[in-house]
């Protein structure tokens, strides 16, 4: 699937129109860093508060000293003037510089905001009718309690994982963990609707606690359903009476092909769907 | 301990002086890359070809598309004829440009080469001659044989786990993975001497295989040592004739405390560190 143009349109290092980094970042030597991925139509951040909050809280569990967080909700903001009616900024936060060489973090680094925007297409129409095809990944994500749930810049399992599907009529594949627990897909959070529970698996292992995942948990009980985090199984996927996915730049997208077999697509998912697209915090 | 002067000497990329590099780099945006760290003394870039045979290795196994290790090497050269008698020479080599953005790989970018020469001083005397005193980490090392023995730039682990320590008389933290099995210290490889028989272990699901542990590995059978890959239990390792660690920087660095206990120095760690130090590939 397309992810719209090739190339961002503006870039921003620390508030100031720039498009390239020290190679002494943090984010470059070590991953040492958070990042989001924040969808703007016409010129409204979704969920801005939600994205800069996790930010913030991914910042706290590494430890880095982030407090520039109203600064950068005002860039943002500043690039949201300045975007196409469908764009998509990514906002970077790092540790600053390693000085000296080494993993030890001195204490003293100045974490650096990185700000990128992106023209982006609207998701096909007919994809969001249809619903995605969505295959089971052969890569088993690794668990780590300090880093599950954080949206970390330690990405080489979603970019392996990605590189197993080239065909266009794939959107997305499922990830389990290396005990075989269902986590997420790539770059999306996934749930199961069966009967009334709205069930999605835990992130306290590995995965992303995902803004629109926790947006749909939150929204479940307007439409009587019963939100649960919880194990899933593959079977459990396969039997559910509908399967979506949800992240930043697709909402809520129904699954209609799980590995091979066709999955209903459920009304209430498209109520779910619509009723998240009008959101906006 | 000091990891010398603060500041690199020289930065190149793409073998060009140049100090910083394109915040679209897959490095910085998902760590996708990988590094070496080489010492070098007096001009000479110790285990040169076994560094870089490890990089092209860790791109092979990530699907880099990096085929400029003569050039890189050519690179190396230069910037070592330009380096003060003690120095470190760190090359990353990321998968290039996130163009489009997302975790997948278009298979068209271009491998970007980025090296830093840094003033070193050489280990003090008095730590080789007593040993370093080493402490257990509490940070457990998540499985993944898809990204194990890799020096790759996914080093979220390493950053935390040597935020646990702050005392400048501990030199390392020896790390367990998820499953309670010893891997190895944050920053360098772990070796227990029992008998004939030298034992380190396996990085197949977690850990770097590091350049200076095939050498020791290599070199073992000179002192009439059975080298041996094979889980180390903690207990096993309480119980040696004498453990020590190795890495690119400190060669062979026998320990003396470990946890808290006193572990004895054996003559024949002495003897390894001595010619060990004498090699260069």
Known sequence: MSH????????????ELQSSVSILD??????DGVFETIACRRGCLR?????????????????IAFDAHRKLTAELERASRLAPPVA???VIVTRGDALPRGYGSVGRESPR??????????LPESLRAQGAAVRFGQLRLARNP???????????????????????????SLLTDSEGHLVSGTMSNVFALKGQTLVTPPVDQCGVAG??????????????LEPS???????????????????????????????GRTIPIDARTRALAAHVEQLDA
């Not at 300090?146 to 997305?172: C, M, P, S, Y």
């Open 4 to 15: 719209g143009a090739a190339e961002p349109l503006m870039t921003w290092v620390d508030g």
């Open 229 to 259: 985090i919880a194990p899933v199984s593959v079977q459990r996927l396969l039997n559910a009476d509908a399967v979506f996915l949800t992240n930043a730049r697709i909402g809520v997208l129904p699954v209609s092909r799980l590995g």
């Open 146 to 172: 300090r880093l599950a749930g954080i949206k970390h810049l330690n990405r080489l399992e979603q970019v392996l994982a990605r590189a197993e599907w080239h065909d266009a009529g794939t959107f997305e």
């Open 88 to 90: 998509i900024i990514k």
């Open 47 to 63: 969920f801005v508060a939600q994205h800069v909050a996790r930010l913030q809280q991914g910042c706290e569990r590494l430890q």
């Open 113 to 122: 905001r990185i700000v990128t925007m992106w023209p982006d297409a609207p």
């Open 211 to 224: 803004v629109l995942r926790a947006v749909v948990l939150r929204e479940a009980a307007h439409f009587r």
């Open 26 to 31: 943090r984010g470059l030597q070590y991953g």
